[in-house]
C-alpha cells in the first residue's frame, strides 16, 4: 500500500513522559497527536490538525510540561485515544477523498512514536488501531537515501536536513506544529528538483506473532537476541509477543525457558529480526505484563538456540503444520495411549489431523515420561481443551497449559540428551580408592582459610563466582567450591570457597565485600573450615554462633557424586571442577581390607553410563549426600588392567577384575519427585505373603538384615492403607537404595533397589509393581 500511496500524512506525537530519542522508554500515555496531508502528485498540502488526548493517569512530568507547554488541566476535557483516532481517521480518509486519492501513508520523523509509543499502549488498553498505522516511511531513512553525502541516519535531526537543503527551521509554533511544519517543508523539497525523490523505504509492523521452529545449525546473530525475566508462569508465546507490541519478533522467535523440573522459570529469550528492533526492546526494561514489571537484558544467539534449536525430525514434523495452537499435557500414565488421550480430549476440542497432532516425550530408550504435547487448529478447540486442566485420565490427573514451538523443541532436547540409564554398550570403570579423608569433607580446623558468600542471586553459577572472585581466583584450593542448597534443593544465596591460606582468605574478604553481582551486592566473610563443615553438613553459622546439623541426611547439594579424588595423568588431565556423575556406588561385602585401600564398584547391570564432555549445569564441586559417595571415570582402553596392577593390596586387584552382580535389582519408576530413600523403605516394609513361609523365611538382605515373619492377623497401616492378613517384614538398608537424580541434581522418579536373591526381587516385584506410592502409580521391572 505504502509505496504506491497518493499521499502521504505526516505524523508526530508526544507522551507524558520523555519525548524525542527516549519516546515510550517510560510507558507514559500519549498526550498529543499532530497530522498534515502532503499530495504526493500535486505538491499541496492540506489542514494542520492538533488533537489533545486524554489520558487515564492524569499526571505529567516536569520535562514534558516544559517541552509541550501542556498542564494536565488542558487534557482534562479531551477525548481519550480510542476516540482521537476514530476522530484521525474520520478526518484523513474524508481529506483524502476531497483530494480525489485513493490511499494515504504515515510519515514519520522517528519509529519510536509508532512502535514504541502507539502499538503498545493500544495493546494494553485493547485498541484495535486501525490499517494504516502497521506501516509508515521514517523521513530520515528517506532523506538519507535522497541525499547520501549527508550525516548518517542515527545523528540525523529535523533542523540538520532543513539546514542541509537550504531551508529556515520552523519558529514561534508549539510542540507537534514545529516538528509537522519542518517535515512537510522537508518532503516538498526531497519530491522537487533536482532531487524528484519517490518515497519507498516502507517499513511494516506485524499483525501478530508467527510461530515456528528452530535448527540448532542455524545462525543466530547474538545483536537480535535478549532475554525477559519476570514472566507470568503462565504466559505464552503469543503473550510475550503481545507486550513487544509494535517490534518484528523472528518466526518462532520466543522461547519459554525451563527450570530442572521443566517447568517455566517466568524467563524467555526473544530474538527480533533486526539489531534495531532489538535495541528498541532493551528500552522496555521494566515496562509491565499485567501487573508485574519485567526485565529485559541483551543476550546471545548461542543462548537462543540452546533453548530453542533442535534436532530431531519428528519434532520438526510436528511442528511443520502452521497456524497451530499448541497444548502441553503434562502427568499422562506411562499407559496412556494417543487413543486414551483423544478420548480425554473429547469431541469439543478435536485434534488436528488426529493422531498425527498428538506428539508423546519419551527417553532415548523410548520409556514414555508422562508429557505429551497437541495441536489444535483453532483458538476455540484450544480454549475447550484447557477446560479439562486437572481433570482425571486412568488414576492421574492431568495438568494442561499453553505451549509454544520453542518449548517442545526444550522438553525433547532435555529428554533426549541425558539418558538416565544408557542403552549404550557399558564403558569400563576405573575404581579409586575411597581415602580415609575425603577432601570434600575437609577436616576440622580453626584455621581461618575459608570465606562465606552471603546474598548470592539464585541464578548464580560457579562461572559467575570466579567472576566475582576475579584475581583471586588463582587462590582457590582444587574442588574448593561449595555451593549450600536450601531443603528443596534449591540454592540457597550461600556458598563456601576454600582458599590456599589465611591470608589469601582475609584478602578476599577485605576486597570482594559487598562487591556486586548481578544488581546485588554480595557479603564476603572469612570462616574456618569447622564452620564450613558444619553448615555443608546441615547445621547453621549466624550472630548467635554455629548450630550442629539435625540428626538426619543432610541436604546439601543434589545427590550426585563429584570426581573428588585426584586423578593419575594417564585418565584425565588436571583440572579444578569436575563435571558430576548419577549414581552412588557401594563398597564390595566380601573385601575386608583397611580403609585406605577399600574399593567400590558399579553393579554390572544396568550399566551406568557417564559421558565425560556431556554439558551440565548441576551445583559444581559441592559435598555429596553420603560420605561413602566416590567418584568414578570413564577409563580408557587398558586404563583397568594398569589400575589392577598398580594396587597396593592383593584383594583388591581380585575385586577390581571380577566386580561381581550381587543378588536381585529392582527399578522403580514413576516416583513422586521429592521421594527420599526412607519413604522407599517404609514402602517395603510388609505386602501380602504369597509363598510358604519356610521359602523365604531366613534368607538375608543387602546389609546384613534378615527376612523375619510377622504375626498372623496383624494390622499394617501404610500411607492410610490398612491390610488384615500375615505380612512379612522387610527391612532394607539405605545402601540398597539408589535414587537416580538428573543432572540438574533433582530426582528423576526412578530408583534401583537391591535384594538378596533375584527370587526376592521377584517376588517383590509380583506384589508391589503398580501399587499407589503417595498417591502415584508406580511401576517395577527386575533388571536381568
Known amino acids: 500500500m505504502a509505496s504506491h500511496s497518493d499521499t502521504l500524512v505526516v505524523f508526530f506525537g508526544a507522551t507524558a513522559g520523555a519525548n524525542g530519542g527516549k519516546l515510550g522508554s517510560d510507558e507514559r500515555e500519549i498526550i498529543l497527536l499532530v497530522w498534515q496531508i502532503v499530495d504526493l502528485h500535486e505538491k499541496k498540502v492540506g489542514k494542520l490538525h492538533r488533537c489533545l488526548v486524554k489520558p487515564d493517569t492524569l499526571e505529567l512530568t516536569d520535562q514534558c510540561k516544559e517541552d509541550t507547554g501542556l498542564t494536565a488541566e488542558d487534557l482534562v476535557e479531551a477525548e481519550p485515544l480510542d476516540k482521537v483516532l476514530q476522530q484521525f481517521q474520520q478526518s484523513v480518509s474524508l481529506e483524502v477523498k476531497c483530494l480525489g486519492r485513493s490511499s494515504f501513508t504515515l510519515c514519520v520523523d522517528s519509529p519510536l512514536i509508532i512502535r514504541q509509543a502507539l502499538h503498545p499502549e493500544a495493546s494494553k488498553k485493547n485498541v484495535v488501531l486501525p490499517e494504516c498505522f502497521f506501516s509508515f516511511v521514517d523521513v530520515k531513512k528517506e532523506f538519507h537515501k535522497c541525499c547520501p553525502n549527508a550525516s548518517p541516519v542515527q545523528t540525523l535531526t529535523l533542523a540538520s536536513m532543513l539546514e542541509y537543503v537550504g531551508l529556515p527551521a520552523a519558529s514561534e509554533q508549539s510542540m507537534g506544529e514545529m516538528e509537522v511544519s519542518s517535515m512537510v517543508q522537508l518532503t516538498l523539497q526531497i519530491l522537487a528538483e533536482p532531487h524528484n525523490h519517490k518515497f519507498s523505504c516502507v517499513e511494516t509492523v506485524k499483525y501478530k506473532f508467527d510461530s515456528g521452529t528452530c535448527s540448532k545449525s542455524e545462525p543466530v546473530d547474538s545483536e537480535t537476541v535478549i532475554r525477559a525475566r519476570g514472566l507470568p508462569w503462565q504466559s505464552s508465546d503469543q503473550d510475550i509477543a503481545r507486550f513487544f507490541k509494535g517490534l518484528s519478533i523472528a518466526k518462532g522467535g520466543v522461547a519459554l525457558c525451563l527450570n530442572a523440573q521443566g517447568r517455566r522459570n517466568g524467563e524467555a529469550l526473544v530474538r527480533f529480526i533486526n539489531s534495531d ?33 533442535g534436532t530431531s525430525n519428528e519434532v520438526a514434523q510436528f511442528l511443520s503444520k502452521e497456524n497451530q495452537v499448541i497444548i502441553r499435557m503434562r ?21 488436528t489431523d488426529g493422531a498425527e497432532g498428538l506428539l508423546f516425550v519419551k527417553y532415548p530408550d523410548g520409556r514414555p515420561t508422562g508429557d505429551a504435547f497437541v495441536l489444535f487448529s483453532c483458538e476455540e478447540y484450544a480454549q475447550n481443551a ?18 509454544t514451538a520453542a518449548e517442545v523443541q526444550q522438553v525433547l532436547n532435555r529428554y533426549m540428551s541425558a539418558p538416565l540409564i544408557s542403552t549404550l554398550p557399558p564403558s569400563p570403570i576405573m575404581p579409586v580408592p575411597v581415602l580415609a579423608t575425603p577432601p570434600y569433607l575437609p577436616a576440622a580446623s580453626s584455621s581461618r582459610d575459608c570465606v562465606r558468600l552471603r546474598g548470592l542471586p539464585y541464578t548464580a553459577g560457579i562461572e559467575d563466582i570466579l567472576e566475582f572472585m576475579g584475581e583471586h581466583t588463582v587462590d582457590i584450593k582444587p574442588h574448593g567450591v561449595h555451593m549450600v542448597l536450601n531443603q528443596q534443593g534449591r540454592p540457597s544465596g550461600d556458598a563456601f570457597i576454600q582458599m590456599r591460606s589465611p591470608d589469601k582468605s582475609f584478602m578476599v574478604a577485605q576486597k570482594c565485600h559487598k562487591k556486586t553481582m548481578k544488581d546485588r551486592y554480595v557479603e564476603v566473610f572469612q570462616c574456618s573450615t569447622e564452620e564450613m563443615s558444619i553448615v555443608l553438613m546441615g547445621g547453621t553459622l549466624n550472630r548467635s554462633g554455629l548450630s550442629p546439623p539435625p540428626c538426619k541426611l543432610p541436604c546439601l547439594s543434589p545427590p550426585t557424586a563429584y570426581a573428588a579424588f585426584p586423578t593419575p595423568p594417564a585418565m584425565l588431565s588436571e583440572a579444578l571442577y569436575q563435571p558430576p556423575l548419577l549414581a552412588a556406588p557401594r563398597p564390595h561385602p566380601s573385601i575386608t581390607h583397611g580403609p585406605a585401600h577399600t574399593l567400590a564398584y558399579y553393579p554390572p547391570q544396568p550399566h551406568m553410563y557417564m559421558n565425560m564432555n556431556m554439558n551440565y ?10 560420605p561413602s559417595t566416590v567418584g568414578y571415570f570413564a577409563a580408557p582402553p587398558g586404563a583397568v588392567a594398569a589400575a589392577v596392577a598398580a594396587q597396593p593390596h592383593p584383594a583388591a586387584a581380585t575385586a577390581s577384575s571380577v566386580m561381581p552382580q550381587h543378588g536381585g535389582l529392582v527399578r522403580m519408576q514413576g516416583l513422586p519427585y521429592n521421594t527420599g530413600v526412607k519413604d522407599i523403605l517404609s514402602f517395603f516394609q510388609g505386602y501380602q505373603q504369597c509363598g510358604g513361609r519356610n521359602e523365604i523365611e531366613g534368607l538375608q538382605l543387602e546389609g546384613g538384615t534378615r527376612w523375619t515373619p510377622a504375626p498372623p492377623q496383624q494390622k499394617l497401616n501404610w500411607r492410610g492403607q490398612t491390610h488384615s492378613h500375615r505380612t512379612l517384614n522387610i527391612k532394607l538398608q539405605p545402601d540398597a537404595v539408589l535414587i537416580l537424580y538428573n543432572f540438574s541434581g533433582q530426582c528423576s522418579g526412578e530408583a534401583l533397589i537391591t535384594f538378596h536373591s533375584e527370587e526376592i526381587a521377584r517376588r517383590a516385584v509380583a506384589e508391589r509393581s503398580n501399587h499407589s506410592f503417595y498417591g502415584q502409580q508406580v511401576h517395577m521391572v527386575l533388571c536381568n
Not at 477446560?387 to 492421574?396: A, D, N, P, V, Y
Request: no cysteine; aromatic share 10%.
Open 386 to 403: 484447557l477446560k479439562r486442566h486437572k481433570q482425571i485420565l486412568g488414576k492421574r490427573y492431568i495438568e494442561l497449559f499453553r505451549s
Open 331 to 351: 502427568g499422562l500414565p506411562f499407559t496412556a495411549t494417543p487413543q486414551e488421550v483423544l478420548s480425554f480430549l473429547g469431541s469439543e476440542s478435536p485434534v
Open 277 to 309: 528492533h532489538r535495541d528498541l526492546a532493551l528500552e522496555r526494561h521494566k515496562h509491565h505484563m499485567g501487573s508485574r514489571y519485567i526485565e529485559v537484558y541483551k543476550a546471545t544467539g548461542e543462548e537462543f538456540l540452546k533453548i530453542a534449536g
Open 617 to 626: 549445569t548441576a551445583y559444581y564441586p559441592s559435598p555429596p549426600v553420603s
